[in-house]
């Protein structure tokens, strides 16, 4: 696909402290102050959503590093789908069980039913996933699913899928992707959105106007030490919506994922997928034993996993690959299989370390099934959101579905919904951003603090 390099702001490859590997140019000259929608964060999420409005809306995609530096790109394991009616109730119920019965059925009820026109909007869209020799697609099984209903593409199915939709968002003359820009205000009135306060690497201050904003910023891995998040994903919506007095949801639940590679090296974990074990891996002791079902939900695994150090005062405990034999391995993983390497384990040979850690954000922005926000003209989807599909926790590979159903949803309502009031907030008092580093602090402490007072509140 011919990329219009013109809508990306990249210029030249020059290393620039600060500004990473691409050089962001003329960010003041190329931007307008208003569009007719603003979508922050070049994710899942927002692309899909972005690619789902039509070509006469004027769009602004802003992100805070590159367009392809979001965690849409580091899912390994696959996306869900219903496999016909027959699979409905096991994977509705799976889905329930996985979110201890916390979830909203109704939610759970639309990511099922919409899986099967989504994926085959990916497929037109030329996404890859795995096919058997007669051309059928292959599906994968991950813990806590009672069925192989997972489509993936190698051991890098978020990158297939992300790539494949930002690619195609660069080629829209409607959609303008703007990098290593941050929101860091809402700017809004009597509970109405009006557009975003951004600023660029050089702290350049952006009042930018729209009368619909879509928050797909992610999750908040960024937050922890321990984490597969990038780090730059810090959850920055949410502290700026409990500003504006937008209502959360379930912030306190987040998911550890049960396995990652152990190291000692500080920066993102590197996930061993749960496919790996949901295709045969095992877990071990210190000794060698098995200690645990490796398949039940995450949150339980993890659990097992954090008592089974505890009592063994170790950092990690290890996961055996070897039973699935090289073939598979070097098929289905090649991508674990090299990182693993690049870290001195040979997994086809040997077992491998590894700990829980930060993995998902099942609370957020509390949305209803339109993706709609408490305030008027704003949206929210992906990790960000809370439709409450997921409950308290998430049954792995559903989130890439999630994302995309209810970033579909968003532009949907966008379109056909009820209109927002005009918002009638004047102009930004500039002064109020000139510290930054002091005012995204301050979000990250509203933000834990918040987290910490749900957490007692469902004691
Ligand atoms: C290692 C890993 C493996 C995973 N594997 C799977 C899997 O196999 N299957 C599955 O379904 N899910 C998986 N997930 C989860 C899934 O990838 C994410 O939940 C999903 O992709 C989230 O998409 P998103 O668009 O909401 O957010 P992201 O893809 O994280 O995008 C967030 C975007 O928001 C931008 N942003 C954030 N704050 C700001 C700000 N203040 N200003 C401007 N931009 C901002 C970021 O720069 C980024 O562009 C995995 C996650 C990880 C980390």
Redo the contacts with the bound molecule.
């Keep these: 696909m011919q990329k219009n390099v013109k809508n990306i702001q990249r210029l030249c490859k020059e290393n620039r402290s600060g500004v990473g590997k691409w050089q962001l140019w003329g960010a003041r000259e190329k931007m307008k102050e208003y569009y007719d929608v603003i979508i ?8 899909y959503c972005a690619l789902n409005l039509p070509e006469r809306k004027n769009i602004l995609m ?4 590159e ?1 392809d ?12 789908m219903l496999r016909g009616e027959d699979d409905y109730e096991d994977y509705f119920e799976d889905t329930m069980r996985a979110g201890h019965y916390e979830n909203n059925k109704k939610a759970v009820d639309l990511m099922l039913r919409s899986s099967n026109s989504i994926i085959r909007d990916l497929l037109m869209r030329e996404v890859d996933f795995e096919r058997n020799e007669k051309g059928d697609l292959e599906f994968t099984r991950e813990g806590a699913h009672s069925q192989p209903r997972i489509l993936f593409h190698k051991d890098i ?2 990158k297939e899928i ?1 790539s494949k939709l930002l690619a195609q968002a660069q080629t829209r003359e409607n959609i303008e992707i703007v990098e290593y ?4 205000d809402l700017i809004s009135a009597d509970n109405i959105c009006g557009g975003v306060v ?1 600023m660029d690497e050089q702290d350049e201050i952006y009042e930018i106007r729209a009368p619909y904003v879509v928050l ?4 908040l ?1 960024g937050l922890y030490k321990n984490s ?3 780090p ?3 959850g ?2 949410l502290g ?1 919506a409990m500003k504006h007095g937008v209502m959360l949801e379930n912030i306190d639940y987040i998911q550890i994922h049960p396995t990652t590679l152990y190291s000692q090296k500080p920066g993102r974990r590197f ?1 061993i ?3 790996v074990r949901g295709e045969g891996a095992y877990l071990y002791d210190k000794n060698g034993q098995r200690f645990t079902n490796e398949l039940q939900p995450r949150d339980l695994l993890s659990q097992a996993i954090f008592s089974q150090m505890e009592k063994q005062d170790t950092e990690f405990v290890w996961e055996d690959m070897r039973p699935l034999g090289e073939t598979a391995i070097m098929k289905h993983f090649p991508n674990i299989f090299s990182r693993c390497l690049e870290e001195g384990f040979d997994v086809r040979k040997e077992p491998i370390p590894v700990v829980p850690a930060q ?2 954000f099942m609370g957020g922005i509390k949305v209803n099934l339109g993706s709609r926000t408490s305030m008027q003209g704003l949206y929210a ?4 959101s809370c439709n409450g599909v997921h409950g308290k926790n998430r049954l ?8 995309l159903v209810f ?1 579909r949803r968003a532009a949907d309502d966008i379109l056909f919904g009820k209109k927002p009031e005009p918002c009638r907030a004047g102009a930004v008092d500039r002064k109020a951003y000139e510290d930054r580093e002091n005012l995204m602090a301050g979000y990250r402490t509203v933000i834990l603090n918040e987290i910490e007072r749900m957490k007692k509140s469902h004691e």
């Design positions: 922050v964060g070049t994710g899942a999420a927002g692309l802003i992100t805070k590093k367009a530096q979001s965690d849409s790109f580091l899912a390994q394991g696959g996306i869900c199915t978020g992300t820009m941050t929101m860091v951004a797909a910023c992610g999750g891995g597969t998040n990038f730059h994903i810090t920055d919506a700026i996930l997928s749960e496919s993995h998902y989807c992906g990790e960000t792995a590979s559903n989130s890439l579905l999630e994302s970033a």
